[in-house]
């Protein structure tokens, strides 16, 4: 007769039971799923032991211990949870095993009740191990009653198990519940009293719930950042806040997530800007609300694109002080550099698009006080429009640089002639793709409030 695959997990697990390190006793359970998830195709480098889940809008604020953990791409996409008990005081505990697992189940299915994130609900699973003795598989308990009806007949504990599981999954608390049922050791075997809810459909099942949300992050393109948003509900942003950062796992996720998004944005900016027919329309819809690209010194853009009157600004950005910084933008294709005699000078596509640029802050400078005062009272912003900054972005010093000139001549020129100018500067799109590469290397540290404006 072939030995059950949990056999000698078991055996070692209650070997181990007197073991003052409890962790050591389950890690052998644990590590008999983690078999058999990935003899179902569950990538191993993905599976984890002993680690917390947090969700953002749980019930549970700190996050719960699981068992068995998998994350993919920064998320969770499947928890497990191992229950082993044994001995007579199994009867005592076993309405308080029941508790704890109805309490995990909602834990986790109440953040994703909604629409948006309901495919994306990490696979839920539940491992017992019950000692195979008559205290805790012969001797029946007694059955539920509700008030003013019988008591149902009294139950082997085995079978009130077997029908309390079978429950939680027609409600959709867990996806997968295995039930085993070991004789003590030393001659430990291994049955399962319900054929559904085996060790080896156990772990299918719970395979097949992780392809169905992986299959539904692909088609939404969700990661961990952006699932945090869209667990937040209104009344609890500041548990989305405190659940993402309650952990240095879960900062490093939303981290990764942030900067491989990030880099995405860049590669997609580097391409563009490399096209010398590109038009400013084209990258002004790239760049879009994302300030990073700038630096970290910008915590937004303003709302609104026009400014005083006869003016509209590219990306009006808002710097940590609430002073504004204009940034115009021209094709990456326009001239930088022309020759003077046995010299370098900027093109006359810098020189107008400077002076474009200087009539911006000239007139901000005219009209500005008047603007915030008429933006504090009717539209409650307070932005400070005094000795408001430009930056104009053009050219590509990679497109531009020859034989003749090269791109280090093009951006020594640039630099000479940025010396000389006080509140406006001029930078290539070669520059800005570099600098906003080492911004997305960095992730956004502790920046909560930029990625939940409901907080501001």
């Not at 608390?173 to 156990?202: H, I, K, Q, W």
């Not at 942003?237 to 981290?255: I, K, N, Q």
Request: with cysteine; glycine share 8%.
């Amino acid at each position: 007769m072939t030995a059950h695959a949990a056999e000698e997990a078991i055996r070692d697990h209650w070997s181990a039971t007197n073991d003052l390190r409890r962790r050591r006793a389950y890690q052998h359970l644990e590590d008999a799923v983690v078999d058999e998830l990935a003899r179902c195709g569950v990538d191993r480098s993905t599976i984890h032991t002993n680690q917390s889940m947090a969700l953002p809008g749980g019930y549970h604020r700190a996050g719960r211990s699981w068992d068995v953990l998998v994350i993919e791409d920064q998320m969770p996409v499947a928890g497990i949870e191992i229950i082993s008990m044994r001995g007579s005081a199994f009867r005592k505990n076993i309405g308080n095993r029941m508790d704890d697992i109805v309490a995990r189940g909602a834990d986790v299915s109440r953040p994703y009740d909604q629409p948006s994130v309901r495919e994306l609900k990490p696979a839920l699973g539940l491992l017992y191990v019950l000692e195979d003795q008559v205290a805790t598989t012969s001797t029946p308990l007694p059955g539920p009653s509700a008030p003013g009806t019988s008591p149902e007949p009294p139950k082997p504990p085995e079978d009130q198990l077997s029908d309390f599981f079978r429950r939680v999954l027609r409600d959709g608390m867990y996806d997968s519940a295995c039930l085993l049922v070991a004789t003590p050791p030393p001659n430990v075997t291994v049955r399962e009293p319900d054929p559904e809810m085996g060790f080896t459909d156990f772990a299918e099942k719970i395979a097949a719930r992780i392809k169905q949300v992986r299959t539904a992050r692909q088609q939404t393109n969700v990661g961990a950042a952006e699932l945090g948003r869209r667990l937040a509900r209104r009344d609890d942003l500041g548990e989305v806040v405190a659940g993402l950062s309650s952990t240095s796992a879960g900062r490093l996720a939303v981290d990764l997530d942030v900067i491989h998004r990030r880099r995405r944005v860049v590669a997609a900016l580097r391409e563009l800007v490399l096209d010398p027919t590109t038009k400013e329309e084209t990258v002004q819809s790239l760049i879009g609300r994302k300030f990073w690209i700038f630096g970290g010194q910008y915590v937004g853009v303003r709302e609104r694109r026009d400014g005083v009157l006869l003016d509209q600004y590219d990306i009006p950005l808002i710097c940590a002080d609430r002073s504004i910084h204009v940034i115009e933008l021209k094709r990456p294709g326009h001239s930088l550099v022309k020759k003077q005699r046995n010299h370098l000078i900027v093109s006359t596509d810098v020189h107008e698009a400077i002076g474009q640029c200087m009539n911006y802050l000239r007139g901000l400078d005219d009209l500005g006080t008047s603007l915030q005062t008429y933006e504090h009272n009717e539209l409650g912003v307070n932005y400070d429009y005094r000795r408001a900054r430009g930056t104009v972005v053009i050219g590509n010093a990679e497109l531009e640089a020859t034989d003749g000139i090269t791109s280090e001549q093009i951006h020594q020129t640039i630099r000479s002639y940025n010396a000389h100018l006080t509140r406006v500067q001029v930078l290539t799109y070669d520059d800005l793709v570099d600098s906003a590469a080492r911004v997305s290397s960095t992730g956004f540290g502790g920046d909560w409030i930029s990625w939940f404006p409901g907080l501001r």
